[in-house]
């Protein structure tokens, strides 16, 4: 029997703790989230677990890993804490919006040995390990570039823009980090166009809603990417693969397996809405990856040190639209 | 050159005088249609041809080839006529509504000895044609069954329904042939309901709009077939052939190649709409081979035997559906 | 907290144990199976139940529903049991291969007033409902005809086939039910072909491998169904509705959502391999819909009664291959 | 009756004469390719010219138009000389490699108001036409950005590349064309990334095979393309034109409307291919236009200027390439 306790009640710590609580001989024992709420309430209760203050846990012998789930703010701290005390970390990304403490922080978790698996759920995705797997072991041929569309199914509301780094920062590095997955090598150039051309709201939180970005990897491989805070039919995150035997396409999953037709044509159904459901398959698989990592040291697909590898890329993502030119990056460069 | 004659200056007869006038070498020399309009005008400036009466045609030497299209009731004559003086033929189905005359008139045209095509168009379509190759060559392995669907856009008028012979001799002819095509060999049993659901005109009529039919081969492998007088997005022709290797699927060619989406889904184009635009590359190749078959003697895809064997399903159909009983036919068999 | 019993622990005694023990204040008290085997230990460890004999499940008045998903031969004197000690019912199709018992066992079942469902698990799908509901409200139009396609994706062992009740009673008895479902009405006529095509074991052990069914409903609608012991590509289940306004169409459900493309073009993933995981998500409302029929009573989407109607046209369907005749049934017919 | 002239007995030579030839009450008169060669001689005959010197072209009044589908460089020359003596223009693109000579050509056609149509068939594609026209009436709703693939079927030869100006004024040139098309305005940055990945020929040519861009419009719009000389599965021709309300994507066209099923899955044909095929429709619309602004001044879809300015950002792209910066342009930006 492992012990875990989750950090966050919210939309994914409600995910991530259920997946736990599925699994056999796992308890979540902990759960911790600084708010008082009803959703806090019913999920402490369907996963059977005490609701308590994060020095509880830390101090809690029995407890083997820590599911970070939390907002934003508080997983630099939470981070730190684990490592020093020992426990086996899932974190959410980002670490920071702060590059200089993901640094840090990143740094910290390594010298101290824990286990740690971030929480990029895309590369536990079947469809993206089927793509993953397909490159690797030779079948597609070399890998030529890459193409990926992620768009939101509906502008965030402003609150939400205003806390979370910025759309690059937030939605856009899922693709910086499977860019760095699938080519299997590091970005040496970023260039960005960005936009408020959607949702006014959106731009007087100081952020945009529509970009392109061309990433340069060290080989001179691309990758162009389209980020947008809508797409009039949902959720749309797809990646195009071309190889040199093969092209792998990642397409959208559709809600049903209705097709309707009438006088204006074949309809087929709308995407998944939204991530929660679209990568429910690959949150459970990432849940158990960590179940591994604690029992038997097994490899997570992504470490902490990808989470700041991607959003170094992010970063450069950012100045890029700020200064209209193209950002050089490398192991040594930060924003 | 080659000089040729066209009887019926309709959608039909448009469709080959054009294509057999677009051909190098050959001359659409007259045009034949007893009814005075302006499509026949401008049909015969269109391909250069003079309007003429029928026995002109079968008097001049020059002509090499006729191409009967024009209305069912008159068919019969002209193959009699063509083939006593000597002249190539492309013959619309059907033959004749009365399947006596057909079984005349089908030994009179072999007994001559004329060349005559048979215009089961969708022989010379390339999709069925790759699905026939690829079942011929081996590469699908043995085909086990089949389904096809037929379906027409909308209900035709009453005053063709009552001209046309009922749904089985003039839509599920072409179905019955291309069951005998892909098979390979003779149909033994036939069992069909019929009904009028759609469109009560077509009833009072005295024909229906929806069947369904079950053919046994002689080698007791099964064909069905789903045949009505409306599809509510269009014209619907789909055939699945069910192999031991793989299941081939001729599928409806849509109007355009462009996909919508948005918050119903992903919209693809309606089929194209009807058959002329649908089987107009096969439509092209029928008259090409019409030509071959003149100069050069190769052998039509379909001949009058073969419209002969499916009208002799098309009247177990009928039979099937007046007496509520499977019908068993063969080579002697008559309505 | 409601107690469960579960008969069979086989593939689908072990689906629906599990189902029952992941809803929330359900507890599979005891599973029953005859035979000794890891499975039977593992599936009991898994849910949490003891391993008893039948007498212990109905002596028991803890107990409130019985799930029966042991082989078919049992079904008949277990729904005879739980009806006379007045316990709720989820019931695997078919009831008895015999349909006199199944006459019997329908009418015992429904005098004793226990509430039952009887698994027709497809009418739970969600794919199935939609269709089912989009026609119910009108949206649709009136419903025209049907074509249902079941083919499984390779011939089952010979020892299976024998114990089957043959292809129409194991197998298209689902689409059946769903004929009657959809339409809402009763079958009147029913005509079958059948041959073993495929697989000479099936011939030896006596059943067809390939039937084509069409069936008239009272109302003179049709309904034509493919069924098959193998397809090339693996399970192929799938519906199409045709209505006045529009068509269904249920689709196969994709393996993968990655598309492949080469030369040879472009490749989709083959279907969900097989019923099991295919209808998951069926066979958990499934059991939701068990667990609400014992607490509020709420209506079952299957009885037991339509579990002997779609047996009736099986019943019918075999008769008609034997005979090479349709056979009209109503209310009083039996084999 | 209108006369023509064709220059250039080549690949797009062919499909011009033809589709003009093939037009009601249109004379392709003279045929003009200074290389001796079969295919020169065929075209000649199966259109019916006279094969003839440039000068006698110029010299004849009957002549009313000319088709310029000649090797490049001879492009500039041709069409200064038609403007000079007063003949309509069809002009294959581009009108130079050398961007001033484009300038000053387009000023002397403009200052001639010989009517003049720009060959970029993709405008007079049915389904871009489709999506512009959709666009244009406000169904889409606002257009945001622009996701465009082309991908050539495998890498042209040497000589070809060595000749082609390169691919961003070879190959991109289509989209940029198609960019500005659709967006309705000008472009202000350019930013381009490209390398020599798949062809080492191509390379030692001075060229490259792959490569990204990124448009800015001048109100702040984002268009992003992929370019490719090779794609696994033949030509890749695609658009995604993402609306407030809708999006439309441009669909590549099969080459055959069966599907393939087996056990590694469903297999649909590769695209046409290529360009000559894919566009064949929009190849013989282009030739009604130039005939309709020949008779009625109907005003083509695209003019001589469109060509300049869809090169301006070609070199924009190219500079980009070799100075890895973003390029600013504008009216006056020349390379």
């Not at 012990?3 to 759960?31: C, D």
């Not at 990143?106 to 079947?126: H, I, K, M, N, W």
């Not at 959106?202 to 061309?214: H, Y």
Request: negative net charge; aromatic residues 8%; proline residues 6%.
């Amino acid at each position: 029997m492992l012990n875990l306790a989750v950090f966050g009640a919210g939309r994914i710590g409600h995910v991530h703790a259920t997946n736990a609580a599925s699994l056999p001989s796992i308890r979540v024992r902990y759960l911790v989230d600084p708010i008082e709420s009803e959703a806090r309430s019913e999920l402490a209760e369907k996963v059977g677990a005490d609701i308590v203050e994060a020095a509880q846990v830390f101090a809690d012998p029995s407890i083997n890993g820590v599911v970070i789930a939390s907002s934003t703010d508080t997983h630099a701290a939470l981070l730190i804490e684990a490592a020093r005390v020992g426990k086996a970390i899932f974190c959410e990304k980002p670490v920071s919006l702060d590059f200089a403490t993901v640094e840090t922080v990143t740094d910290a978790v390594e010298r101290s040995g824990v286990p740690c698996l971030l929480a990029f759920q895309r590369r536990y995705d079947p469809d993206f390990r089927f793509v993953r797997d397909r490159i690797s072991d030779g079948t597609s041929g070399p890998l030529e570039h890459i193409v990926m569309h992620t768009r939101d199914p509906a502008p965030p509301p402003r609150a939400y823009v205003e806390r979370s780094g910025g759309m690059f920062r937030d939605q856009a590095i899922h693709d910086f980090d499977i860019a760095r997955y699938l080519l299997g090598e590091e970005i040496v150039t970023v260039y960005a166009v960005g936009n408020c051309l959607i949702d006014p709201e959106i731009g007087e939180a100081g952020d945009i809603d529509t970009a392109m970005v061309t990433l340069t990897s060290a080989s001179g491989r691309f990758v162009q990417m389209i980020n947008c805070r809508r797409a009039p039919f949902g959720y749309d995150q797809r990646l195009e693969a071309l190889c040199a035997h093969e092209v792998l396409y990642v397409e959208n999953r559709p809600q049903r397996g209705v097709l309707i037709a009438d006088a204006d044509g074949f309809r087929a159904s709308p995407p998944m809405n939204y991530f929660i459901e679209r990568f429910s398959t690959a949150y459970r698989a990432e849940m158990s990856a960590f179940i591994d990592l604690i029992r038997t040291g097994a490899e997570p697909l992504a470490t902490i040190r990808d989470g700041l590898e991607a959003q170094r890329i992010a970063e450069a993502a950012v100045k890029s639209v700020a200064t209209g030119l193209p950002v050089r990056i490398g192991s040594n460069w930060r924003p």
